[in-house]
């Protein structure tokens, strides 16, 4: 089991960006996929997570209420990619973000079985 994580960089206050997790050698449809982010110094933060259905409008999703309105978890069963987009950036959305993958359905990340390499997002003017 492999997750990538991708697209961050560093982007200006009120910017947006899509962050990808991209899976190998299972399927992203059969886990719950989550989004969390870490700062140097502070414990990793759940940001979203998504868990399929066989029709993606009944997908459930979850997010943390400092992301609600700003933030849209979405999959891509073709592509077997999760994406977070990222929308109204804040300085605070600044840090190292992780996909997950497990059977949890929720924002602990001790639930999680699986991580991938995060990607840097860095807010600032």
């Known amino acids: 089991v492999q997750l990538q994580a991708s697209g961050g960089g560093l982007v200006q206050p009120g910017g947006s960006l899509r962050l990808s997790c991209a899976a190998s050698?299972?399927?992203?449809?059969?886990?719950?996929i989550g989004w969390f982010r870490q700062v140097p110094g502070k414990e990793r933060e759940g940001v979203s997570c998504?868990?399929?259905?066989?029709?993606?409008?009944?997908?459930?999703?979850v997010y943390a209420d400092s992301v609600k309105g700003r933030f849209t978890i979405s999959r891509d069963v073709a592509k077997n990619q999760v994406y977070l987009q990222m929308n109204s950036l804040k300085p605070e959305d600044t840090g190292v973000y992780f996909c997950a993958a497990g059977q949890y359905f929720g924002l602990v990340s001790d639930r999680y079985d699986y991580w991938g390499q995060g990607t840097q997002v860095t807010v600032s003017s």
């Open positions: 998504i868990r399929s259905s066989v029709d993606s409008a009944s997908d459930m999703r």
């Open positions: 050698k299972f399927t992203l449809d059969n886990h719950v």
